[in-house]
């Protein structure tokens, strides 16, 4: 089911051009509409996330939402909440959790996801695996026709030891995908990132559709020396979308 939601003004004839991040905040804010008192809230990484963790953050501060406790998924996120006074747990305390909001990097008409180009999908698809509800927000331009589309990378965490062989090993998997595999390395120090977990992340980069979801989702977990990877199959329950013509809500 679909709601869209209007963003302009009945007073304003001009059109209203928002910058992606103003988009990327109207989307949080309004996944946050979904937080009530009381809840376990799984905190999404990412500047799409960051913004939730905002408003959550205000809403604290304001005396609108009482008795949270967040669930960061990285230590970027744990540090942020912190400094926004939000109350933080984990798993093994929380291990069940109402919503998570969290942003994505790509978006299919399924609702499956590319997650983890900021580098936490193992924490993030562990948190919102054990999430009741998990609302995605996004600006519109990381919908895609299908997975894979935006050209851009598919992450895929991997244990240090024998990376390479790994990477080979992801390449093969996908070859009719003509699939290229790279060593994500940090943009500040150009040394090999590494994850919250002490792991690699070999991006993949695909030139044709990796066809059926489920199907390469196993496969890749299948191979030695992969910890975990960004698609997440079925996982949101709800995504909401902000674009130039409104905000909209679309549910699983
Ligand atoms: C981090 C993620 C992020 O949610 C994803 O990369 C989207 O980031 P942004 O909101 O900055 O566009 O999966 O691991």
Request: proline content about 3%.
């Amino acid at each position: 089911s679909k709601t869209v939601l209007s963003t302009s003004s009945s007073f304003s004839s001009t059109p209203l051009i928002m910058s992606q991040d103003e988009l990327k905040k109207t989307a949080a804010y309004k996944a946050v509409e979904f937080v009530e008192s009381g809840m376990v809230i799984g905190l999404g990484t990412g500047s799409t996330a960051k913004h939730a963790v905002d408003r959550i953050g205000d809403l604290i501060q304001q005396g609108v939402l009482t008795n949270i406790v967040g669930i960061p998924t990285s230590i970027k996120t744990y540090e942020h909440a912190l400094n926004v006074n939000i109350t933080l747990s984990d798993l093994e305390t929380h291990p069940v959790v109402d919503l998570a909001i969290d942003g994505a990097d790509e978006v299919d008409p399924d609702l499956n996801l590319v997650k983890g180009r900021g580098g936490a999908l193992l924490r993030e698809k562990m948190i919102e695996f054990a999430s009741k509800k998990f609302v995605v927000i996004v600006d519109e331009s990381k919908l895609v026709d299908y997975i894979g589309a935006s050209g851009l990378a598919f992450p895929v965490e991997v244990v240090p030891f024998c990376w390479k062989f790994t990477a080979h090993r992801l390449e093969l998997l996908f070859e009719e995908a003509d699939c290229v595999a790279k060593i994500r390395t940090s943009v500040e120090t150009g040394e090999v990132f590494v994850t919250d977990n002490g792991n690699y992340t070999i991006d993949l980069y695909f030139k044709k559709s990796i066809g059926d979801l489920k199907v390469a989702s196993d496969a890749i977990l299948r191979l030695p020396g992969v910890v975990e990877h960004g698609l997440f199959v079925n996982m949101a329950t709800t995504v909401i979308v902000a674009g130039e013509d409104g905000v909209t809500v679309k549910n699983k």
